[in-house]
């Protein structure tokens, strides 16, 4: 009986304990650090550049990566560019991408440097367009980036862009139809975009709680639930399955940091709510600006809080799964991807079953990062996947009421 009752209580603590929860990992190795660069390629986490002191500055360019399996951190290339504070960063494929910034010495930057995980190697890239800028954002849906806002110490912005890698050019899209802002939180969900609270003005902040969604198929933008938290800027955030997450995050008053946060939310697209979560461990909270995902679960760290001033902490989240999307919504008979295994293409086909107004498709890979996005526009469609690299990945449909996934694996 002894026996029974441990196992039980030991199978309970494997699978249940650790649901909406935080896990201290292995601290970053280089210096405590704020405003830095902060994203996953693959099954790797990167941080990078920033500062290791505040208020004066000591600006930093190198570079590390984070290995989940093994709980450990190696310093990468450093940053060629000069070295800088909350520039726009975003990964695309083995790529990673960081520029714009600010530093005294050479105030702004519109530079853009492109890091090349299989090599460990950076490439200058096309400048990012527009004012040079800081505390701009940059988020990813399949295989194109789309990036802007920020300030330049005397204007804020609202323009937005996006990125072809392939031609390595920047070309403008629907203007952000709200209050042009920095150092907002921002993530890529079912193959929209969402961007949401930072400040709306400088020198004289002034920080908001609206988020909204754009659509890169319309080239649109929505409004959607606020952020439930107060008005802030400087957040983490990132992505687990298509639900957002953030929280955490800062206020300044008279130019001097005045108060962190650790309170902690989720988002849901389907439904367009916000739900509480376990709040970041770190006392008074910390201003991270960033985060990312790996396979399902979130990671962020470092960043400042007004204990301790630049912090080099680093932590896991775990979801609880009754967040996520219910994915059983659509029945496994209601549509089909096939051939599985495939080389160049598959096909996605959908039954009568399944109200397809304004159903979409979105192919993500392992780590969770968009591959793919389009509208349901009839019972089939045929991707070309020639350009994936061999893994699994996942296919969701989702028409605004339900949400469906199934694998198949690229040979």
Request: charged residues 15%; hydrophobic residues 30%; contains cysteine.
């Amino acid at each position: 009986m002894k026996k029974t009752l441990c196992f039980i209580l030991a199978f309970y603590s494997l699978h249940f304990s650790y649901s909406d929860q935080w896990i201290q990992k292995a601290n970053f190795s280089g210096t405590p650090r704020n405003g830095s660069c902060i994203f996953s390629i693959g099954g790797k986490g990167y941080i990078g550049i920033g500062t290791d002191s505040y208020p004066v500055y000591n600006f930093k360019n190198d570079f590390w990566e984070y290995d989940p399996s093994t709980d450990s951190w190696t310093q990468k290339a450093s940053f060629p560019g000069t070295a800088r504070y909350t520039p726009i960063y975003f990964s695309l494929g083995s790529k990673g991408y960081v520029g714009t910034g600010w530093n005294q010495v050479n105030p702004l930057f519109n530079d853009m440097w492109q890091y090349d995980q299989p090599t460990n190697t950076w490439a200058q890239k096309a400048n990012f367009p527009g004012p040079q800028r800081q505390g701009g954002m940059g988020f990813t849906i399949g295989n194109k980036a789309y990036a802007g806002f920020g300030n330049n110490n005397t204007n804020t912005f609202k323009d937005f862009y996006v990125y072809n890698d392939t031609t390595d050019v920047w070309t403008p899209v629907a203007v952000f139809p709200g209050a042009s802002r920095f150092h907002a939180f921002y993530f890529a969900l079912n193959g929209k975009g969402y961007i949401g609270a930072g400040s709306v003005g400088y020198p004289n902040y002034n920080f908001v709680n609206d988020m909204w969604e754009y659509d890169p198929l319309a080239d649109s933008w929505t409004q959607k639930a606020n952020f439930p938290g107060l008005p802030r800027f400087q957040l983490g955030f990132f992505s687990i399955n298509n639900i957002g997450y953030a929280g955490m995050g800062e206020i300044v008053t008279n130019g001097v940091i005045s108060n962190c946060y650790n309170d902690f939310y989720a988002y849901n697209p389907i439904t367009n709510t916000w739900t509480t979560k376990s709040s970041y461990p770190i006392t008074a909270g910390a201003g991270i600006q960033g985060g990312f995902s790996i396979g399902q679960k979130g990671y962020t760290g470092c960043g400042y809080n007004l204990q301790t001033g630049n912090l080099n902490s680093f932590y896991e989240y775990v979801p609880d799964t009754t967040t996520g999307i219910n994915d059983e919504e659509v029945s496994a008979n209601d549509y089909y991807v096939y051939p599985n295994p495939c080389l160049d293409f598959i096909n996605i086909s959908c039954n009568k079953s399944v109200e397809k107004k304004n159903a979409r498709i979105l192919i993500t890979d392992a780590a969770g990062k968009n591959m793919y996005t389009s509208n349901f526009m009839s019972q089939k469609i045929k991707v070309d996947v020639s350009d994936f690299a061999a893994g699994i990945y996942t296919v969701q449909l989702s028409n605004g009421k339900q949400m469906g996934s199934k694998q198949f694996v690229k040979r």
